[in-house]
Each structure stands twice: as C-alpha cells, then as structure tokens.
C-alpha cells in the first residue's frame, strides 16, 4: 500500500489499483507499475477541485505570495475549499503544512466560514491535524480560537489533534491541545485512543507527558495495543537508549560530557523522568489481578532483559519479584538464561536475590534443546550489544569475560553437559565466536604492524641524534661541546628513554604478532600487551620531542630566546594529535581490562548496590 503525505492510503476510485506519490511538494500521484505517466490524470474527483486547476494558487502559497493568493480567491469562490492535490487537500492544509508565513494563514483563516475550518482530506485530516504534525502551535491557536471544536477531529484512524503532535514530538504544540481538549468521559485519555497517546509520548521522549498521564490514567498500564499486543510497560522498557546514556559512559566519553554539562543534565533529566514513569506503570498493575498482571510484567521484564534496560529490569523486579521465575510465551526460557543471551548484567544481580535451590533449578534448567544457561551465554552476543564495544578485539575480550564469569556460577558438572547437538558450552563459544575471533586477530594485526613502523622510526631518529649529538664534539677528548649544559643533560636524558620507550614497543609489538591468538589470550595477555605498546608508543613521541627541544635550544637558544616560546608550542603538536587519536582506545582497553568498564568489577558493584 502506498501513503500520501500524512500516511493515508491513496487509492484509484474506479479500479482500485494502487498509487504511490511523489517525493515531489506537489504530491501528485503516480502509479507503481511501469504505465508512470498513463493516465495520471483521470482520477474521478470533480472538476471544480481538480489540483491542476489550482495550481497558481499552489504556487502563490509556496512562495508566500499573498497579493497573487488572494487575486484567485476573489476571483474564484470555490478555491478557498478546493483541492490542491490529489489527497483533496484545500489551502490552508498546504499553506499550515508548509511553515507558511503566519499573516499569510491568518489571511486564510479569515476568508474561510467557520465551518470550512474543519475541512478533511481523504484521510480525515483536518487543518488543526497538520498544524499539530508541523508544531506550528500559532496556527493551531489560531484556529482553535476560531472554532474551539476542532481539536475534537478525528482521523478515519480515530486520531486527535494532539495524537499529531505527539508522535511528531512537538512539545509547546501538544500542551497547548491538552490544555484545550477536555476529556469527556475518560473517551480520549483513556481506552486504545489513551494508550496511542502514551505511546508517541513515549516513542517522542515526552517521559514527563507520559508520566502525568499514566498518573491521572492509571487504567492504561493494563491495554495492550491492539495491534501488536504491547503495553505500555513493555514500550519504556524497551527504550535502550535513554537508560543506557549515562550508565555506560567511559572515561573518554564523561570527560567530552565535562564540558558540555547541560547536554548532560538533560539527558539525564530524561532517564530520571522514565524511571519514574516505569515506577508509575509498575504501581498501577499490582492492582491488577495476577493472572492478568503476569503476562504484563513478564513481557516487559522479557523486552527490558532484551534490550539491556538494567534499571527498567531492577524495578520491575522490586514491584514483581516472581518474575525470576516466569517464561515467555515464546519459548520454555527461564529469566537468567534470557538474560545471559542478552548480556544484562543485572542477570547476576538477579541470581543473588533468589535462594540457592532457585539458583540451582534456575542454572540447570535446560531449553528444548537441551542448552544450559552456559550454553546460552557461549552464543554470540546480539549485535546491538557488541557494538556498544569498539573494536573486534575489546568485543572478544567482553564476550570471554561474560563466559568466565557465568561459568563460576554453574556447578563443574554442568560446564561439560552437552546439548542436542552434542556440543559442550565451551565448543559452542568456540563456533560461535569463530568469525569475531579472526576479525579481532586482524585488527590487533594491523594495529601492531602500524604502531610498529611509527616505533621504528623513533628508534631511528633518538638513535642518530644520540650519535651525532649537538654542537658535535671536542677534537682531542671526544667530549660534547655543550656536555657541561643543563640542556644537553636533558637532551641525553630524553633521548635515551624514547630510545629505551620504542625498542620496548617494538619488541611488544612483536609479542602480539606472534601470539598464538587463542580465546583466553584476549581476555588480559593481548590487551595488556597493546595497552603497554600505546603507552610505550607515548612516552617515546614525548621525550623525543623533548630531546628535539633541548637541542634547538642548545643550538639556537641562547642568542634567541624569544624561540623557546613557539618551539615548545609546536612541540606539542605531534603529542595532542597522538592524544587526540588514541587516548580513546587506550581508555577503553584499560577501562576494560582493569577499571570500570571490567564485567567482573561491575558485577561486584551490582551485587554490592543490589
């Protein structure tokens, strides 16, 4: 099915067939088969409102000619209702639709009887429904104070004014209508058109609209949309994205954050609003029978495990602690091995709470083929997760701390227990993480071959400038000229450990391009070597510079001080690009391996806040 501009199908009167529209302002439509231009202009609408006859006027509206607008208004009465396109929409749909100047739709609201400004297009859509699409809150106030009853229009989807609004996410424009759309009867707050409201506010990021009204509509945390059978519940739950921002930060990313502290209050303005909301939503179901309620909080609890949403998950927990223990609908799977699949964390957080018989009916519970919650967590993790790791090796290195750590819960016994397949957990990491194993191995390859050629040349250059030291040497004692000097000293000094820095580096380097690459090496012996070889690659672009420094300074300082200044800002160059492009890396394989981004040291605080 093909859709017009405001997503209503268009279709030929006489013979049904479909039409697609063009990308064109126009919307004319074309049809989807081959005859494109056969035909396109015999749809059966009458002559009076055929858009070809309106287009002046079209073009007047499309650049906010009024003078030449209001000539053909005058002249023809029929144009101020008439169509301008083929989704029989009349001149103030186009003009509201596309931002025209204020006075130019004030003019138009003028003209028109009261009547003609609730006037709908094919899909129902009147003029107050595209002023609430656009969130152009002055034409809505205009209209709305001609004909207060507008913001009562329904779609033939049975959709208001301020369902527009908030699905296209315009704040100021949806307040307004709520202000002016009272409820009657709980008719458009409450019931499929309540919860279509909930959930644009919800998709929009308008956590606190959605919360104000899952508080005044409590009845809605129960309805389920009725056509893909989700609650409300379930939608905030799966809301990844604005749970995840402020958690999940590394230190590169909390320090850009430091200095824009207002993007950062905001975004986590948004996460505190949606905890709240998923609070509200939780309160208003434990009214519920537990039947009914069962099936509400164990899909959400399914779509936040899914999603990664650990704080969603955490309450949810706290309001329905028996969801550890509720299987989907789908499948015959248990919380922990749902979350294991899905890398959440707060799995392990899940396993404290429950007693050491849950624990153990919970861990060797098996699937219908037969995979334990080992094997669950040996498969691959879901693309959305990996890639909240750079690189293919930290990736590896994330997927091995997950099997570590998963398999200290599961009794020894388990870790060999073979599923249908015949595959034991260990063997189903091993073909899983087959094809991210060889691409992390050439990434570390690659990265080593490239870091090495820079440490050779820094080798090459502190080597030749510790032979040919500056200002050269005494012809009877061989000694520096300059060897008595502060300078030289720092010079000497320099140049050694840049030296020392890069032949380190080169042979490290070495290390990881003949390292047998197997799983275990990267959960700490490759990430280890590569962090030692981004630093050792640091100090000795540092001190050469510093060495390089210190001789200009031997050669040319003393009768031209004024060069210091700009030697030592140029200097600094090569070290903040080398900072600028690889402190990001060398932050996440540190974080990673030893610090806050460790699953292993992020466990304990979950276990610890839990």
Not at 399 to 425: C, F, G, H, I, S
Not at 453 to 463: C, D, E, G
């Amino acid at each position: 099915m093909s859709y017009g501009p405001f997503n209503y199908p268009i279709q030929a009167e006489e013979d049904g067939e479909e039409l697609s529209t063009m990308s064109a302002p126009f919307n004319y439509p074309i049809r989807a088969d081959e005859d494109v231009y056969e035909d396109m202009w015999n749809l059966p609408v009458e002559d009076e409102s055929q858009p070809q006859k309106y287009l002046p006027l079209y073009r007047a509206i499309l650049t906010e000619d009024w003078k030449k607008a209001e000539t053909i208004l005058k002249k023809d009465e029929n144009a101020i209702k008439g169509s301008l396109t083929f989704n029989t929409e009349t001149a103030l749909h186009v003009a509201i639709g596309m931002g025209t100047a204020l006075y130019f739709v004030q003019n138009l609201v003028d003209m028109m009887p009261d009547d003609m400004l609730g006037v709908e297009n094919r899909g129902g859509v009147t003029p107050l429904h595209v002023a609430a699409m656009k969130g152009n809150t002055e034409a809505a106030k205009m209209l709305v104070g001609r004909r207060w009853g507008l913001v009562y229009g329904q779609t033939k989807e049975g959709l208001l004014p301020i369902h527009f609004a908030a699905e296209s996410g315009h704040r100021e424009t949806l307040a307004y209508l709520i202000l002016n759309t009272r409820d009657h009867d709980g008719h458009f707050y409450s019931g499929q058109s309540g919860l279509k409201l909930l959930f644009y506010t919800i998709d929009a990021g308008l956590y606190d609209v959605a919360l104000d009204l899952a508080k005044k509509y409590p009845y809605l945390a129960i309805l389920r949309d009725e056509q893909y059978g989700c609650s409300a519940l379930q939608k905030i739950a799966g809301k990844e994205s604005v749970f995840s921002r402020t958690r999940d930060l590394n230190l590169w990313e909390r320090f850009i954050y430091s200095f824009n502290g207002f993007q950062f209050r905001s975004v986590d303005m948004k996460r505190k609003e949606a905890l709240e909301l998923v609070k509200c939503l939780c309160k208003n179901i434990q009214n519920l029978d537990d039947l009914e309620s069962q099936t509400i909080y164990g899909d959400a609890m399914m779509e936040a495990i899914h999603c990664g949403t650990l704080e969603a998950v955490q309450i949810i927990l706290e309001a329905f602690p028996e969801t550890i223990i509720t299987a989907t609908r789908k499948r015959e799977a248990f919380v922990f091995g749902m979350a294991a699949e899905n890398r959440c964390e707060v799995v392990f957080q899940l396993i404290q709470r429950t007693s050491i018989l849950s624990q153990r009916r919970s861990l060797e519970n098996l699937d219908f083929e037969k995979n334990n919650i080992l094997h669950r967590t040996a498969k691959l993790a879901p693309s959305h997760k990996l890639n909240l790791v750079p690189s293919a090796a930290l990736q590896m290195q994330r997927e091995m701390q997950w099997y570590k750590e998963m398999e200290k819960l599961v009794a020894p016994l388990n870790r060999e227990v073979k599923n249908t397949d015949n595959n034991t957990p260990w063997m189903v990491f091993t073909k899983e993480h087959e094809k991210l194993k060889s691409d992390a191995e050439t990434w570390l390859k690659q990265t080593a071959n490239s870091c090495s050629i820079v440490a050779a040349l820094i080798a090459t250059v502190v080597f030749t400038a510790a032979i040919t030291v500056p200002g050269g040497n005494k012809e009877r004692s061989g000694f520096p000229f300059f060897s008595g000097e502060t300078a030289f000293i720092v010079f000497a000094i320099a140049d050694a450990i840049s030296l020392f820095a890069s032949i380190v580096c080169l042979l490290m380097f070495l290390a990881i391009i003949t390292s047998r690459f197997a799983e275990e090496d990267f959960l700490y012996a490759l990430p280890m070597r590569l962090s030692f070889c981004l630093v050792s690659v640091f100090i000795s672009i540092l001190f050469m510079m510093v060495a390089f420094g210190a001789t200009v300074y031997i050669v040319f300082g003393k009768k031209n001080n004024w060069i210091i200044i700009p030697l030592y800002w140029l200097s600094s160059w090569p070290m903040a690009c080398f900072m600028y492009t690889q402190t990001p890396l060398l932050f996440d394989i540190i974080s990673n391996t030893y610090g806050a981004g460790n699953l292993g040291k992020r466990i304990k605080r979950l276990k610890i806040g839990g």
